[in-house]
């Protein structure tokens, strides 16, 4: 059965394409779910016009971003940490320390969002990214210093 992805699914294709796939993975889990159509011309239409709109909506959510991105690339955080023997930390950075300075300063970023493989455990600068956008991360420079 040939159908129409209105959404991206793993392993069939992206948005708008045109696939062939078994009746049964077609009537039992792609149409009922709605991440396709049946390809027929007016659905091909209808996905044509849908195509055109989600274009229009991430073009916005990319703007919306790179706007947001220039904001956050002025950003510069200092975090003032206790520091023992040998400048070892007690404690370390973490994303929801990072996200909580964001705040402080009015920017509004999901925690989930920031970066940050591993909390920073030493003393110095370091660059952190921040997931707005698949295509837009920007930098925050983050200093942590001895209090």
Same mark, same amino acid.
């Given at each position: 059965?040939?159908?129409?992805?209105?959404?991206? *699914?793993?392993?069939?294709?992206?948005?708008?394409?045109?696939?062939?796939?078994?009746?049964?993975?077609?009537?039992?889990?792609?149409?009922?779910?709605?991440?396709?159509?049946?390809?027929?011309? %007016?659905?091909? /239409?209808?996905?044509?016009?849908?195509?055109?709109?989600?274009? /229009?909506?991430?073009?916005?959510?990319?703007?919306?971003?790179?706007?947001?991105?220039?904001?956050?690339? &002025?950003?510069? =955080?200092?975090?003032?940490?206790? *520091?023992?023997?040998?400048?070892?930390?007690?404690?370390? *950075?973490? %994303?929801?320390?990072?996200?909580?300075?964001?705040?402080? =300063?009015?920017?509004?970023? &999901?925690?989930?969002?920031?970066?940050?493989?591993?909390?920073?455990?030493?003393?110095?600068?370091?660059?952190?990214?921040?997931?707005?956008?698949?295509?837009?991360?920007?930098?925050?420079?983050?200093?942590?210093?001895?209090?």
């Amino acid at each position: 059965m040939e159908i129409i992805l209105r959404e991206d *699914v793993e392993h069939l294709g992206k948005v708008g394409e045109v696939v062939k796939v078994k009746d049964g993975y077609a009537r039992n889990y792609l149409l009922p779910k709605g991440l396709a159509y049946p390809a027929t011309e %007016a659905n091909k /239409k209808k996905i044509a016009y849908e195509g055109e709109r989600l274009a /229009k909506q991430r073009a916005g959510e990319k703007s919306a971003a790179e706007t947001e991105a220039t904001k956050l690339a &002025d950003v510069q =955080l200092t975090f003032a940490v206790k *520091v023992g023997e040998e400048e070892k930390l007690y404690g370390s *950075v973490t %994303a929801s320390d990072i996200q909580r300075k964001l705040e402080e =300063l009015g920017i509004h970023v &999901d925690k989930r969002k920031i970066d940050l493989h591993e909390p920073i455990r030493e003393l110095g600068d370091f660059q952190v990214g921040i997931k707005i956008h698949p295509e837009v991360r920007p930098q925050v420079r983050v200093t942590v210093v001895k209090e």
